[in-house]
């Protein structure tokens, strides 16, 4: 309801008959809001919305308690008098009926209309009572804005003698006959009496003034005087010779105050001290002697800015080309984590069709030698797809509470044997140093790139530094401050000059010969410290070496024993095997591996026809979804197949790291490109943990007939 339709309703208190019913009716053919309160609380209620007059039966107020009435009524501001319409029985008026007039003293405005009445009776009181109303909201209003304008003028009243009080100069407003009707402290302190010159019989003495040509002025000439007859004056220079002081050089001017038919009602004078300003005249006359070495001293001061101007236009342009350099890695890493996503994908048809193919060739060490040589180049290929995702930040990280000292330990062997007999290795590992979350072997890969790229900056020998450690974090770091763990590689070799150090972590940039490196060693270990929440930081001197230090999270829970190496895929049943993925070339490779595994599959090109294939009622042991799906993710498709079928073990295949956090964290994953062994444990694992639990729930009496081998599309 608004605001208009609330303070001009009718509140009705007729809770027995059908008066309420038939006023509100009568009411609102003639378009007046009404509102029929049950009871005497609602209707108190309801004036706190607003309304523009009441309704009351009688009978319904006669023995009830009307104090929360009688108060708002009495709390009123004096514009309103609600209007009160009392229904009484005929007879029952004030002048006749004692409680009438008792009602009357308590209630205020009322307005009897005895029953039964006119329609028409009814009707004409309520806009009248109705007129009244709107007549108070505008008395109101007119007082409201009464009282905003009288405080806007005494506001403007208050800052105006602020303002003139606090002015740094003389104000005098005087009426037509020169008596001062104000003055401010700055006047007073010249004129403490607050007489203007012209009118002080001492005036001509005390007051000296000069025109432009420099000869002394009349009283009658003063700039108070001239005002007084309607002439404006401004800017006269006078000697002022306070009594017992020093002179005081001022500036006096006068202009008119008329009244409203244009004649002189008074003139307001202002003094300005201009001592200062003559002092001033006279220091800038001595100080033109010395110009020269102002000057000179000036322009010194105008190198030193200028220096300093050129000192942070160098420090913008550093920390701009840091931008420009963080958004191209940043842009990189967009191009290589899809480049590499894909490339995984054609990896994972070729790995599984080699596998597969080589089982279905007779054995010829020719052909068992171009196996080979395709296997390793998909392999080298899926090594590779592996660093670009580490430099996007997309790779599928398994982070855990690792001992940095225990883990660079179980290493040194393995680092003595990369970098060779000419580099001696130091580690200075602290053991108290706290738990890292990190991947371990991702870690170990991490350390193990960057000692081989010391070695191979260090062709003569030299030393390998490997620290271990905990200590607050570098703010350029970029990250909160606080201690963190961190490991150092630190080398002895020819270093980086800054061209280079400004493009070391850019993939495929490389200065070793051709065939000698990638150039995505040190892109996959800055990928890596930022994937798992650190930070990377590389510096190095031509000459002198090079430092890398990974600053790596806190791990919240201790450090856990290696994990032992996976078990074989265990024997398991065949079984009914559902493979979702929209990429056909992957499927056809995943379907042909599941099979010749002795599985029968079954193939989906997206989510929505795998989810008519378990909504036809059709049996699946095993649902092997793709993440990346248009339409709808494998996580997607993994939630509402389970809600289908509740014990559906699903395993998700993807290529990606960066899935929604808390969505997946039940669901085992299987990392593409994945050989036939890997889908195999992968598979053998969900089932032989299914078939655990079905061992130990009731048996259902339902039939599960035995599945054929075989592939159906």
Same mark, same amino acid.
């Given at each position: 309801?608004?605001?208009?339709?609330?303070?001009?309703?009718?509140?009705?208190?007729?809770?027995?008959?059908?008066?309420?019913?038939?006023?509100?009716?009568?009411?609102?053919?003639?378009?007046?809001?009404?509102?029929?309160?049950?009871?005497?609380?609602?209707?108190?209620?309801?004036?706190?919305?607003?309304?523009?007059?009441?309704?009351?039966?009688?009978?319904?107020?006669?023995?009830?308690?009307?104090?929360?009435?009688?108060?708002?009524?009495?709390?009123?501001?004096?514009?309103?008098?609600?209007?009160?319409?009392?229904?009484?029985?005929?007879?029952?008026?004030?002048?006749?009926?004692?409680?009438?007039?008792?009602?009357?003293?308590?209630?205020?405005?009322?307005?009897?209309?005895?029953?039964?009445?006119?329609?028409?009776?009814?009707?004409?009181?309520?806009?009248?009572?109705?007129?009244?109303?709107?007549?108070?909201?505008?008395?109101?209003?007119?007082?409201?804005?009464?009282?905003?304008?009288?405080?806007?003028?005494?506001?403007?009243?208050?800052?105006?003698?602020?303002?003139?009080?606090?002015?740094?100069?003389?104000?005098?407003?005087?009426?037509?006959?020169?008596? /001062?009707?104000?003055?401010?402290?700055?006047?007073?302190?010249?004129?403490?009496?607050?007489?203007?010159?012209?009118?002080?019989?001492?005036?001509?003495?005390?007051?000296?003034?000069?025109?432009?040509?420099?000869?002394?002025?009349?009283?009658?000439?003063?700039?108070?005087?001239?005002?007084?007859?309607?002439?404006?004056?401004?800017?006269?220079?006078?000697?002022?010779?306070?009594?017992?002081?020093?002179?005081?050089?001022?500036?006096?001017?006068?202009?008119?105050?008329?009244?409203?038919?244009?004649?002189?009602?008074?003139?307001?004078?202002?003094?300005?001290?201009?001592?200062?300003?003559?002092?001033?005249?006279?220091?800038?006359?001595?100080?033109?002697?010395?110009?020269?070495?102002?000057?000179?001293?000036?322009?010194?001061?105008?190198?030193?800015?200028?220096?300093?101007?050129?000192?942070?236009?160098?420090?913008?342009?550093?920390?701009?080309?840091?931008?420009?350099?963080?958004?191209?890695?940043?842009?990189?890493?967009?191009?290589?984590?899809?480049?590499?996503? #894909?490339?995984?994908?054609?990896?994972?048809?070729?790995?599984?069709?080699?596998?597969?193919?080589?089982?279905?060739?007779?054995?010829?060490?020719?052909?068992?030698?171009?196996?080979?040589?395709?296997?390793?180049?998909?392999?080298?290929?899926?090594?590779?797809?592996?660093?670009?995702?580490?430099?996007?930040?997309?790779?599928?990280?398994?982070?855990?509470?690792? #001992?940095?000292?225990?883990?660079?330990?179980?290493?040194?062997?393995?680092?003595?044997?990369?970098?060779?007999?000419?580099?001696?290795?130091?580690?200075?590992?602290?053991?108290?140093?706290?738990?890292?979350?990190?991947?371990?072997?991702?870690?170990?890969?991490?350390?193990?790139?960057?000692?081989?790229?010391?070695?191979?900056?260090? $062709? #003569?020998?030299?030393?390998? /530094?490997?620290?271990?450690?905990?200590?607050?974090?570098?703010?350029?770091?970029?990250?909160?401050?606080?201690?963190?763990?961190?490991?150092?590689?630190?080398?002895?070799?020819?270093?980086?000059?800054?061209?280079?150090?400004?493009?070391?972590?850019?993939?495929?940039?490389?200065?070793?010969?051709?065939?000698?490196?990638?150039?995505?060693?040190?892109?996959?270990?800055?990928?890596?410290?930022?994937?798992?929440?650190?930070?990377?930081?590389?510096?190095?001197?031509?000459?002198?070496?090079?430092?890398?230090?990974?600053?790596?999270?806190?791990?919240?829970?201790?450090?856990?024993?290696?994990?032992?190496?996976?078990?074989?895929?265990?024997?398991?049943? $065949?079984?009914?095997?559902?493979?979702?993925? #929209?990429?056909?070339?992957?499927?056809?490779? /995943?379907?042909?591996?599941?099979?010749?595994?002795?599985?029968?599959?079954?193939?989906?090109?997206?989510?929505?026809?795998?989810?008519?294939?378990?909504?036809?009622?059709?049996?699946?042991?095993?649902?092997?979804?793709?993440?990346?799906?248009?339409?709808? /993710?494998?996580?997607?498709?993994?939630?509402?197949?389970?809600?289908?079928?509740?014990?559906?073990?699903?395993?998700?295949?993807?290529?990606?790291?960066?899935?929604?956090?808390?969505?997946?964290?039940?669901?085992?994953?299987?990392?593409?490109?994945?050989?036939?062994?890997?889908?195999?444990?992968?598979?053998?694992?969900?089932?032989?943990?299914?078939?655990?639990?079905?061992?130990?729930?009731?048996?259902?009496?339902?039939?599960?007939?035995?599945?054929?081998?075989?592939?159906?599309?």
């Amino acid at each position: 309801m608004n605001e208009v339709a609330s303070t001009e309703r009718a509140l009705i208190l007729a809770p027995h008959g059908r008066d309420a019913t038939v006023a509100c009716a009568l009411l609102g053919e003639v378009g007046i809001a009404a509102h029929a309160c049950p009871d005497l609380p609602a209707l108190c209620t309801a004036l706190e919305e607003g309304a523009g007059l009441l309704i009351l039966a009688e009978e319904a107020v006669r023995t009830a308690d009307l104090q929360g009435l009688v108060a708002w009524i009495g709390a009123q501001p004096p514009w309103s008098d609600l209007p009160v319409i009392l229904l009484t029985l005929r007879g029952d008026g004030a002048e006749r009926t004692p409680e009438a007039a008792r009602l009357t003293e308590l209630l205020g405005n009322v307005t009897f209309v005895e029953r039964p009445f006119h329609p028409t009776t009814l009707v004409s009181v309520v806009r009248t009572c109705l007129r009244g109303r709107r007549r108070q909201y505008e008395a109101r209003a007119r007082l409201v804005e009464r009282e905003r304008l009288l405080a806007d003028l005494a506001d403007e009243r208050a800052r105006f003698e602020t303002l003139v009080e606090h002015l740094p100069v003389g104000v005098n407003l005087m009426d037509r006959n020169g008596r /001062t009707i104000l003055s401010n402290p700055a006047f007073r302190r010249f004129l403490p009496d607050c007489v203007i010159p012209s009118r002080r019989p001492d005036g001509e003495e005390t007051w000296i003034g000069y025109d432009e040509q420099g000869r002394s002025l009349s009283r009658d000439r003063f700039p108070g005087a001239c005002a007084l007859r309607g002439e404006t004056v401004s800017g006269i220079e006078f000697v002022h010779h306070p009594a017992g002081g020093e002179p005081v050089w001022t500036r006096v001017s006068g202009v008119p105050v008329r009244d409203a038919t244009g004649k002189p009602a008074g003139a307001l004078t202002v003094i300005v001290d201009i001592s200062d300003q003559k002092a001033a005249q006279e220091a800038l006359q001595r100080l033109t002697a010395t110009l020269e070495s102002k000057v000179q001293e000036r322009t010194r001061e105008l190198a030193a800015t200028l220096d300093q101007l050129r000192d942070e236009i160098r420090d913008r342009e550093r920390a701009e080309e840091q931008l420009r350099q963080t958004q191209k890695l940043e842009t990189l890493g967009q191009l290589t984590g899809g480049v590499a996503h #894909d490339f995984n994908n054609l990896l994972m048809a070729i790995l599984g069709n080699l596998e597969l193919l080589r089982k279905r060739l007779p054995a010829d060490p020719t052909t068992e030698r171009l196996f080979d040589g395709a296997m390793q180049g998909a392999r080298r290929g899926a090594t590779l797809t592996q660093r670009l995702l580490a430099f996007a930040r997309r790779q599928d990280l398994q982070p855990q509470a690792v #001992d940095l000292a225990g883990l660079l330990d179980g290493m040194k062997t393995l680092l003595e044997r990369s970098v060779g007999p000419r580099v001696v290795i130091r580690i200075d590992a602290r053991p108290a140093t706290v738990p890292a979350l990190i991947d371990p072997n991702q870690l170990e890969l991490a350390i193990l790139n960057l000692a081989v790229n010391a070695r191979d900056s260090m $062709p #003569d020998g030299g030393t390998l /530094t490997v620290t271990v450690d905990e200590a607050p974090v570098p703010v350029a770091s970029g990250l909160p401050p606080g201690s963190y763990p961190y490991v150092s590689v630190r080398d002895t070799g020819t270093g980086m000059d800054e061209a280079t150090l400004a493009r070391a972590i850019e993939p495929f940039f490389s200065t070793k010969g051709i065939g000698k490196g990638t150039g995505l060693g040190l892109s996959m270990v800055h990928g890596l410290a930022v994937q798992s929440g650190g930070a990377f930081r590389l510096s190095s001197v031509p000459g002198q070496g090079t430092l890398v230090e990974l600053w790596l999270p806190k791990a919240t829970t201790p450090a856990q024993a290696a994990e032992l190496p996976p078990a074989p895929a265990a024997d398991v049943s $065949p079984a009914v095997v559902l493979v979702v993925d #929209d990429d056909a070339l992957i499927a056809m490779s /995943t379907v042909d591996m599941l099979a010749d595994l002795g599985h029968t599959v079954l193939e989906a090109g997206s989510g929505v026809e795998a989810l008519e294939l378990l909504r036809s009622g059709q049996t699946v042991d095993l649902l092997l979804t793709d993440y990346a799906m248009p339409g709808m /993710t494998g996580v997607e498709l993994a939630q509402v197949a389970r809600a289908m079928v509740p014990d559906l073990p699903v395993l998700l295949a993807t290529g990606y790291a960066d899935l929604p956090e808390g969505v997946v964290a039940d669901l085992p994953r299987l990392a593409k490109p994945y050989t036939q062994h890997q889908l195999a444990v992968a598979t053998a694992k969900l089932l032989a943990e299914t078939a655990r639990t079905s061992a130990h729930a009731e048996p259902s009496g339902g039939l599960h007939l035995e599945p054929q081998t075989g592939i159906h599309r």
